[in-house]
């Protein structure tokens, strides 16, 4: 699948506003303000809201997680196929709350590849962004760990890691990057694409708003003014 | 949700014909095989998968695992509220391709209760089964691991280990207890339930064979001519 | 090897001065004060300090941990029969900073027991305690981790855990309990023996103060307080 | 420390004959080694044998590994400040039997760094050779897990493997490169040198040899062969 840049990547974590049915609605009110304001925006789920969701809306949908395994004798381990047969286009790994081996990210990257489904690597300095960009992913996030679900936005506070990893990255291979973490409103995004990155992975931002739909409109309104 | 005992709970793993589209296949072949041969059946599947088997088929649905994680800031890991609102009314736990730490194991079963689901601990021997039983958790599942996948079954090679173990967890709770590991034949079964089981736990048998559908009527006769 | 209970145990962790030469010394300050008061101390150490730490002093060495493996081709893991062969006696397992899954729990209680060394499983609750009891460890330690380095004792501040604990430890088998978490004082120590535990697991108190002889000696006294 | 290349780095792993005494032993044998045949060879033992190795040869020794972590409140972790004062110059990460998280491999590094102690990194392939670069360790060894204990060496069996990962990681950093799985003779060595490699990455060939004087002969004659 193609997914158009600037990426807004919502990642839905475990939030209890955002599992099952209310997984559905969220995704519904991110495609709802993509379709609105003209702008990119995909939803990260739990394993288990895959199907649900993917059949609910048309924008991408995203698993949270894969594990570096393939078909065969697992016992409870999310699988790329299964995540891709069920409507996802891709995945996140090695999230800041879920990190794993390098030979795992190298494995899962592969698997991914295999299956068709996008990844997403998170990394939480350019010294790890540029390590997983030897591994090919389709985009790296960057997110400093100690900034994620505070209001201090990694490209305000910390743009030089931002240009760095970019930097680090492009060294290796030319794989678009991300940048998440803090990032709560439309001037935090249009710094960030200022930066150079080609979308945002947002979570509380959106998930825990009263009013997410408005919170998307301001972040796509950012990026309108960066691509005009 | 009470489940009718014996039972024969049928592990889908990750294996090839046990996903996705083909894990609603195989379903509605144990649905069928219940309903026809009148003996309780249910199935554990991918947590991607569990949305779209619950919708498809009446008989219960499990997890192969959850996370000890509640809802919150948590990326990728399988939620027993979502798996619960998805249509599962249990989980496996401690799967011995899914280890999990002992703590973890405590707080799993905890939360899992707390959200309603049934919990299914397996135990590689009749110490762990004894330990598990602190925790008391719905099921007890005895699965030797050098037995798993081949054909010589655990009830048959090794009774005096399912029924040391049925005496171990029983000086602590009444759990009922499941066995596995080699379960092929109907006198397998037989030979389990006669040993004191209430049910098996079966994977590559039923998910592998060509003809599951024969494989569950051979099972669940031997059930049968046991319990009249 | 035969401990004389009650036991003061004290885990060095990796604090900055209980390492190396400096584990050395404090251990010699545990092996003075043992001797002066009459009182069974021991001290868990680094695996790196096990060897020279034994040669130093002649009071029960500990190890922190060992891994769930036996001789042969694994790299980097902690070995029961190599940590025997330094000169431990035996070896905390499943310390909150350091938990383990279930099944390798057991397998290092057996290891450890094949090996000669004995074993000290921590838990962090009754049921958990009550789990190890099936593996028939030679102590258990009860850590609840929200009060580990706290100065909130869990002999004061929850008595009922200690009992509980004790009461479903014993009804499995006769393995004698220590607690700790948050023992500060010598009242915390004679409060911790009234309730029926056979010594202390103990950090921070002693590692972290200026004068670890002078708390050594107020827990020693408190222990005698009780057993005249 | 200043290590002399090409070098011959032995790892003991956890081989009953190379714990312990057994470990004095066999390092006095490397040091008799690269004494006689004036090569550079040095060791990687149990993180327990660091000790008394390091006071009884003055060839260097390495861990097998560290954890991630740094002083404080870390029960049972291999810490690197502990590994140094024991007399280790350096330590072994990412073995093929000790995988890490991938923002564990970067900490330990730059951990390691901090404490004075150098760093191998052990990679599977040419990828997370190129990836460990990224974190700028003292040495990337390579070593395909399916050639480990072997006899096919991956010198003769995968040279371009060998020369793809020099290459990718010469591409991020000029770090030094070792080689190892399946080396077993001269031959073996003297192909690996000839790719262009600074050294090899040994176990059994010499850990379990009855001959390990002789098998080191034969390693130190061929890296002459080709330093002449």
Redesign the interface.
């Known amino acids: 699948m193609k997914i158009s840049l600037p990426l807004i990547l919502v990642?839905f974590?475990?939030?209890?506003n955002a599992?099952?049915?209310k997984a559905e609605t969220l995704a519904k009110t991110c495609e709802k303000a993509s379709a609105e304001f003209g702008c990119s925006i995909a939803v990260?789920v739990?394993?288990?809201?895959?199907?649900?969701v993917s059949k609910a809306v048309s924008i991408p949908v995203f698993?949270?997680?894969i594990d570096a395994?393939?078909?065969?004798?697992?016992?409870?381990?999310?699988?790329a196929?299964?995540?891709k047969?069920?409507g996802a286009v891709g995945t996140?790994l090695?999230?800041?709350?879920?990190?794993?081996?390098?030979?795992?990210?190298?494995d899962s990257v592969d698997i991914a590849r295999k299956e068709g489904l996008l990844t997403v690597v998170c990394a939480?300095?350019d010294?790890?962004a540029?390590?997983?960009a030897?591994?090919d992913p389709d985009f790296i996030a960057i997110e400093p760990p100690e900034l994620?679900?505070t209001n201090i936005s990694v490209s305000s506070a910390r743009p030089e890691l931002v240009t760095s990893s970019i930097q680090?990255v492009n060294?290796?291979s030319q794989i678009p990057i991300l940048c998440g973490a803090g990032i709560r409103t439309g001037d935090d995004v249009k710094k960030a694409v200022e930066l150079g990155v080609k979308g945002i992975l947002v979570?509380?931002a959106v998930t825990l708003s009263k009013d997410p739909y408005s919170v998307l409109e301001s972040f796509c309104k950012a990026i309108k003014s960066q691509h005009q």
């Open positions: 990642n974590k475990a939030y209890d599992l099952g049915k990260a739990q394993p288990g809201d895959i199907y649900r698993s949270e997680h395994v393939e078909a065969g004798a697992h016992t409870g381990y999310v699988l196929k299964n995540v047969e069920n996140l090695n999230h800041s709350e879920h990190r794993i081996k390098i030979d795992d990210l190298e939480s300095n010294e790890i540029q390590a997983a030897s591994f994620i679900g680090r060294s290796v979570a509380s």
